[in-house]
């Protein structure tokens, strides 16, 4: 079902108002380690004396603070418009029942409008009332987090717990992030599982993204999904084999990257020091820098930062796009 | 007819793996018969894990997306600054970015040449699958698309009227990581839903969060230890939070090497190795599922 994107759209994916480089971890399946990768990286670019922003843009299961030790502070509320319905003004012509595509709006009795389902803030009942009877409200659907420890600092949303907007979210914690971006070396955003659209949406301006998977049948089928994606935003991409020596099928992994142009940037195998780092909060980078764990992700920072960081290849990565 | 559903916030704890022996274990000698729905629709994978065979395919409509006549449009640009969701942008005409536009259709109300419309589009597509005696119904949703929500709630309804046309006892579901809209939709009408963790801070922040979502539901819920053995201290932290929740643990599968080995065969665990660590482990937790069943 690939479909050519509109040029445009894929212009408007990758433009930018400031040239801090983004980087995207993603990896299609859940469960095989982008968001280990994505704090080891962190905290690899800040043990290299980089100013880093991680952007936790996997807003239903928010897990980087917790990979960090590092507790959620400055606490925002993410709102969206929810309308207000006043019977005094409602003339009952139900304009708005008809307008609302959600169908959330109900009408139990006369001059009654009452807002019954979930409501996406799209202000569709709002524009149509003739009467003046509906006002914009506002309806928190989430929190925003920002928490600052030296030169890396983590942006966090988290989706209230039965709400469904996760896409409000993802967008407000990347635009928190993308508002402060001049204060960045480099940004780095871990996203959800998954192709769909909140994946699209926390990738927004990467200039390269790596692909996390796992030498399984499952991760190798998620990771051909999820490189499709990136190949239809014409993204840069590499892919990272996590727990590389688990009996499976990594050739697959292998034929899947090579078929998507992707080189294997890195990989990692089943550690006890970086599954210590995990469970203990604290990346491995920075709990045993010395390990072999932590030389990958220092090996793979230094390779972006060659591609990436430097002012004369940012010229052309520009121009290639 | 029972509906189970099997979620866990966090993605890669076993919800599939799990899924999979537990219909193999309820139906083996024909004692129960059962409908498996895969919702986890962005990476539809209890198909795999079965080793199962393919039989049909259908396209699915799961979306609503606006759409410009350029015909009429008159390059006014009101959709453009109307749209909520930023999924219009350009600038010499309107372009509607697809994969973000959640059809809502403001930008139709706005537009003064009735240049824009909503219209169904197929996003998604629902697939078949048979394994054994067990009938797969699986949704996949299309690569960058929206409203797995909808998508979900179209392979439930599939799969709802697969189970009770074929007399099934059971509808088990197996659910998608997170707590959004796919993963309510994949809970709705469930009577009771199997929670999967692993002993690490991340899975039980995540088991917290669905916790929250499955008791806001009133569903009645309990939960699985995977790979229980794997960090002992993250263990107990997780036993403890689950007895002070009132939330029962239903069984506890330690780490085994032999899993992905059948993994990577495209078999099953329990099938290929009954007699390992976590086969055994699992075949005591299908008991407890029997006894939902009764």
Redesign the interface.
């Known amino acids: 079902?690939?479909k050519r994107l509109?040029p445009?759209?894929i212009r408007?994916f990758h433009n930018t108002p400031f040239s801090t480089p983004i980087i995207g971890i993603t990896g299609?399946?859940?469960?095989?380690g982008k968001?280990t990768v994505a704090v080891n990286l962190a905290a690899a670019f800040v043990a290299q004396g980089k100013r880093v922003a991680l952007v936790d843009a996997?807003v239903?299961?928010p897990?980087d603070s917790?990979?960090l030790g590092i507790p959620l502070e400055n606490p925002q509320p993410v709102t969206?418009?929810q309308p207000i319905f006043d019977s005094a003004q409602c003339t009952d012509c139900q304009k708005c029942v008809k307008?609302c595509?959600?169908n959330s709006l109900f009408r139990p009795k006369e001059k009654s409008i009452t807002l019954m389902g979930e409501c996406?803030?799209?202000?569709?009942c709002y524009?149509?009332c003739p009467a003046g009877a509906i006002s914009q409200g506002s309806h928190s659907v989430g929190t925003l987090y920002k928490t600052k420890r030296g030169k890396l600092t983590l942006y966090t949303g988290a989706?209230q717990?039965?709400?469904?907007?996760?896409?409000l979210i993802v967008?407000a914690v990347g635009d928190a992030a993308f508002a402060d971006a001049e204060l960045f070396d480099i940004i780095l955003v871990d996203t959800?599982?998954?192709?769909?659209?909140?994946v699209?949406?926390a990738l927004k301006g990467a200039r390269h993204v790596l692909a996390v998977t796992e030498p399984?049948?499952?991760g190798s089928?998620?990771l051909e999904?999820i490189l499709?994606?990136l190949d239809?935003?014409s993204i840069q991409r590499s892919v990272v084999i996590n727990r590389a020596n688990?009996?499976?099928?990594k050739e697959k992994v292998e034929q899947a990257a090579q078929a998507a142009s992707a080189a294997i940037a890195a990989e990692i195998k089943l550690d006890k020091d970086l599954?210590a780092g995990?469970?203990e909060?604290t990346p491995v980078v920075d709990l045993l820098p010395n390990s072999a764990a932590a030389e990958i992700f220092l090996k793979m920072t230094d390779y972006l930062t060659a591609t990436y960081l430097s002012p004369h290849n940012q010229t052309q990565q520009e121009q290639q796009l | 007819m029972k509906e189970i559903v099997i979620l866990s916030g966090k993605g890669g704890v076993g919800k599939s793996s799990l899924t999979a022996a537990l219909a193999h274990l309820l139906t083996e000698n024909g004692k129960y018969r059962l409908t498996l729905a895969d919702t986890d629709v962005d990476a539809p994978n209890l198909h795999i894990v079965l080793g199962a065979e393919f039989d049909r395919s259908t396209g699915v409509t799961a979306s609503n997306k606006a759409i410009i006549d350029y015909d009429k449009c008159s390059r006014c640009m009101n959709c453009v600054s109307a749209c909520a969701f930023d999924s219009i942008i350009g600038t010499e005409e309107p372009v509607i970015i697809s994969y973000s536009c959640e059809g809502c259709g403001v930008c139709s109300l706005v537009c003064p040449e009735e240049a824009v419309s909503v219209h169904p589009v197929e996003n998604g597509q629902i697939n078949f699958v048979t394994s054994g005696t067990v009938r797969v119904v699986a949704g996949a949703l299309g690569i960058g698309e929206s409203s797995s929500g909808r998508l979900v709630d179209i392979v439930k309804r599939q799969a709802r009227q697969e189970a009770s046309l074929s007399g099934c006892d059971l509808l088990l579901t197996d659910g998608p990581p997170g707590i959004g809209c796919p993963v309510i939709a994949a809970l709705k009408g469930a009577d009771y839903a199997i929670l999967v963790s692993e002993p690490t801070p991340s899975a039980l922040s995540d088991l917290q969060r669905i916790t929250e979502v499955v008791q806001g539901f009133k569903i009645p819920a309990g939960a699985v230890l995977n790979r229980s053995d794997m960090d002992p201290q993250s263990a107990q932290t997780t036993r403890d939070w689950l007895t002070g929740n009132e939330l029962p643990l239903l069984g506890e599968i330690p780490y085994d090497p032999y899993l992905p080995q059948a993994l990577a065969r495209g078999n099953l665990g329990v099938k290929m190795y009954p007699d390992a660590p976590s086969s055994l482990a699992i075949k005591k937790l299908h008991k407890v599922v029997e006894g939902l069943l009764e």
């Open positions: 079902m690939n509109h445009e759209i408007h299609g399946k859940g469960g095989v968001s996997d239903d299961a897990n917790l990979l969206i418009m307008a595509q959600m996406n803030g799209c202000e569709a524009l149509v989706l717990p039965g709400l469904a907007e996760s896409a967008n959800a599982p998954g192709t769909h659209c909140n699209i949406g399984t049948p499952l089928h998620d999904l499709s994606l239809m935003f688990l009996p499976g099928q599954l995990y469970l909060g």
